[in-house]
């Protein structure tokens, strides 16, 4: 936009999705946020996510070109696309995640019954 309305440069942003698949759903979150943050640090903050232990098997990280169908089976219930994203300053930011609504949902059931498992003892 900024290219075409130059006094519009930083101030406004698009992002088109085409999403043909019947199980892969995108979240296109656009935040301000209540501290600064540069984009490289938000996508610092998701990769140690990952990583902890509470979040392990829950949410990934990627900054491969991707498309719907790379994700269609997978188990993970929040896929950070950190290329999709973009901040426009330091507490305005586009944040993009991909999941398998079908598949991802069910690994989760999967966890939920496990977890029962270990605190509900008859």
Request: charged share 25%; glycine share 6%; with cysteine.
């Amino acid at each position: 936009v900024g290219s075409v309305l130059p006094e519009l440069k930083g101030k406004l942003t698009g992002m088109a999705f085409r999403v043909p698949t019947p199980d892969v759903s995108v979240v296109d979150l656009t935040v301000r946020l209540a501290k600064p943050a540069t984009y490289d640090q938000i996508k610092e903050a998701v990769k140690a996510a990952k990583s902890d232990p509470e979040y392990c098997g829950v949410i990934d990280y990627t900054e491969d070109e991707v498309v719907s169908t790379d994700f269609v089976g997978n188990s993970y219930s929040s896929i950070f696309d950190a290329k999709a994203g973009i901040a426009l300053n330091d507490t305005f930011v586009k944040l993009v995640s991909w999941y398998d609504n079908e598949w991802g949902y069910s690994n989760r059931v999967v966890d939920l019954i496990a977890h029962m498992a270990t605190v509900d003892k008859f």
